[in-house]
């Protein structure tokens, strides 16, 4: 049994870790504990965003590695320890019996060398699933330069991997992070990619990453601009076919003079959510939103500040714009626009009934007309006084862990 204080450095270590959503897999109960849901499994979050219910641990936080922004990196003073297969498997399934937990995000330094790191992950997911028969959701990462066919087999047991990026250039990486390159991130991933799509197509038994694939960047601790980083989340999600990019701001947990000092905010971190949601849902193409080598808007959200760079689109009519039209309205979104294309078939629409769409009109009215009435702004630097004023003023992180559609609930009334 793993003692409690090698439970606290291990779990403490795992903290900065953010890309472990519980979403997406329909793994069902086998005659063992637990199921994994399409709606996600977990129900609890902390105030940052991180689920309650979801066992996030390292199997070790002894790396061998040195990336300069990493608190577990080898030459860091820190208390270090290291767990078996078998205690992970009877720590999940005890925690899970109390009803502490419904999932697993289980991920590690790299210790001794990658492939008895991804061998040991391997050998812990093999035997929650055949052993202790678990059937609950599990999350592992992926070990960069672990060999392939390890990946493979730890693959057929998850429900969802992850390769963080970490960085978005390869300059970065070379820099801060030189044991790892992009030879060792992303073809890994468009292999697990290129496999989920043959076992799917094939439609064999059991399963393979049926939550997909995740990745982590984070913002800040490099000199890349937003439009990088929006423009490699769009290569990644086209290319690769990832369910969700996260994004981490750089926190200093260790100095280093290749650093900064300061830690990146989370106003940055928040209007790149905002700008990866675009993307995934509205129709956006990164061009649009940030230029190349440019930064998003610390004022304004990405669909605001887009609008406001083409007010020549607009105002548009409410009850005859196509949808594609309606989801690049500030104070619209997906939920709204739907409701407004169904509803016009029936009736001619007015801001009274968009009010009742729950649209937000103090910031749509300046982009549309019901009925050819007008109650907006024609000024465009009024309007951009009066949507930074209706800002809110601390940035709030979206949550992580939610569905698409409750996720799309809370960000329509933004967007």
Same mark, same amino acid.
């Given at each position: ?35 994994? /849901? ?53 720590? $999940? ?43 609950? /959701? =599990? ?54 990619? @290129?496999? @989920?799509? =043959? ?37 990644? /999600? ?12 750089? $926190?200093? $947990? ?162």
């Amino acid at each position: 049994m793993i003692s409690e204080e090698r439970l606290h450095i291990l779990t403490e270590s795992a903290k900065f870790d953010v890309s472990c959503s519980s979403s997406g897999s329909k793994r069902k109960n086998e005659g063992g504990m637990g199921n994994g /849901y399409a709606s996600g499994c977990c129900h609890s979050f902390t105030p940052d965003g991180r689920c309650i219910s979801l066992l996030k641990i390292l199997l070790s936080n002894d790396c061998i590695y040195r990336c300069k922004y990493c608190m577990n990196r080898a030459d860091s003073d820190i208390p270090r320890a290291t767990a078996t297969p078998d205690e992970i498997c009877e720590l $999940v399934c005890n925690f899970y019996k109390r009803n502490y937990i419904e999932g697993l995000f289980l991920s590690s330094a790299v210790f001794c060398s990658p492939d008895h790191t991804m061998e040991q992950l391997f050998l812990t997911v093999k035997k929650l699933r055949e052993e202790y028969n678990f059937h609950g /959701y =599990i999350h592992v990462k992926g070990i960069p330069h672990a060999d392939e066919r390890l990946v493979r087999e730890t693959a057929l047991y998850a429900d969802r991997m992850s390769y963080n990026i970490e960085l978005p250039s390869e300059q970065s990486l070379k820099l801060l992070a030189p044991q790892k390159s992009r030879e060792s991130l992303l073809p890994p991933m468009l292999h697990l990619q @290129r496999d @989920r799509e =043959i076992f799917r197509a094939e439609k064999r038994k059991g399963h393979f990453l049926p939550a997909g694939q995740t990745t982590q960047m984070i913002v800040g601790a490099s000199p890349e601009s937003d439009g990088t980083i929006v423009r490699l989340s769009q290569s990644l /999600y086209r290319n690769v076919g990832l369910k969700r990019v996260y994004y981490s701001s750089y $926190v200093p $947990v260790v100095h280093d003079s290749l650093l900064p000092e300061n830690p990146a905010g989370e106003r940055r971190e928040h209007r790149l959510y905002q700008a990866d949601w675009l993307l995934r849902f509205y129709g956006f193409e990164a061009e649009e939103l940030v230029p190349e080598g440019g930064n998003l808007s610390a004022e304004l959200d990405p669909k605001c500040d887009w609008a406001l760079r083409n007010m020549h689109l607009f105002p548009v009519e409410v009850n005859s714009a196509p949808l594609e039209t309606l989801l690049r309205v500030p104070g619209i979104g997906a939920r709204s626009a739907y409701k407004i294309t169904e509803a016009r078939r029936y009736t001619n629409l007015t801001f009274e009934s968009l009010k009742k769409m729950r649209v937000v009109l103090k910031r749509a009215r300046h982009f549309i007309t019901a009925g050819g009435k007008f109650y907006g702004t024609d000024s465009p630097a009024a309007v951009r006084e009066l949507l930074i004023a209706g800002e809110p003023r601390d940035a709030v992180q979206l949550s992580m862990f939610s569905d698409i559609e409750t996720a799309h609930s809370a960000l329509t009334g933004e967007l």
